[in-house]
């Protein structure tokens, strides 16, 4: 298939592009700049250059390329993530999810494009009630706190335009929380490794907050595997283990020979981290990868984020 990819250059898009190249589809990957494109030759891909955020680059880039497919993994993420701030930290993605989402689909209607695959998030925009995994059924949050409300407007845009575009196959993944090279959790280093190291991300509350986890290359396969199996709707993609925050971020501060996370109550957490961070800590709801395995034949190599984290600290 000759495939569009937004956001080759990314920690997804890296990962995503040699396996799209090895697997025999035609590649083109956009960059905002000149100097990546060297790096997208050697992932395997044509590299174009374009602004998705301006309508009228996302049309010429998408009639000059007439991909069968494209793939969204536009974020800007890429910045130190203040989580009192959640909203004002994620407003350069929220309208990479929404008018990115609205640019990529109207051009990609235009040439007739037959599968669009978007990327999406598994964790806290879950409602935080009932069971602690949920799958693609269960309902988002309802009733965000205020500072999370626009990030999860921007989620339900790109959510619902994306599998409600009924002339094409439109695939939403939410992946969970990736680690793993080129992320910020990497053997290389990172700006989440680099917390845990310097006790900067403690337990808050009960640490009762369930999240799931997925490697970087697992997530890339899965997204491969979506290209061709995938059927229009909602999938997973994280591992088989989601897990407590008071279990997995210990767990986490061992494997990279950091101290143990301090203990801090939820008054606390609220002054330094805002509602969003007590939320994280201590209410978000885990996903179950079932469908995905079912129906993309995918299997994660990392099962779970003990072994993965380990790999990690290696
Ligand atoms: N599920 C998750 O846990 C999750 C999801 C996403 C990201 N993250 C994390 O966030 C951090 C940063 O992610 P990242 O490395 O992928 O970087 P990023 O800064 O979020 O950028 C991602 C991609 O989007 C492209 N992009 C952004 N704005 C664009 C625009 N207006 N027009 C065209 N392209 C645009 C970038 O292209 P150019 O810069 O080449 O133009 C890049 O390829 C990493 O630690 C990553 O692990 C986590």
Redesign the pocket.
Known sequence: MKVLV????????KQLVPRLAADGHEVVG????DS?LSLLRELGAVGVV????DPDQVARVVADTAPEAIIH??????RPFDIKHFDRTLEETNR?RTEGTDHLLAAGRAVGVKRFIAQS?AGWPFARTGGGVKTEEDPLDPAPPQVMRKSLDAIRHLESAVTGADWTDGIVLR????YGP???LSREG?AQLEQIRRRKFPVVGDGGGIWSFIQIEDAAEATVAALTRGRRGIYNVVDDDPAPVAQWLPAAARAVGAPAPRHVPRWLGRIAAGEAGVVMMTEVRGASNEKAKRELGWEPRHGSWREGFAEVGA
């Open positions: 937004a956001g080759a250059t990314g920690a997804l898009g956009i960059t905002r700049t990546k374009a602004d998705l955020l993994q536009l974020t800007a993420l890429n990479l998030y992946y969970g929380g990736f080129g992320t910020s990172g």
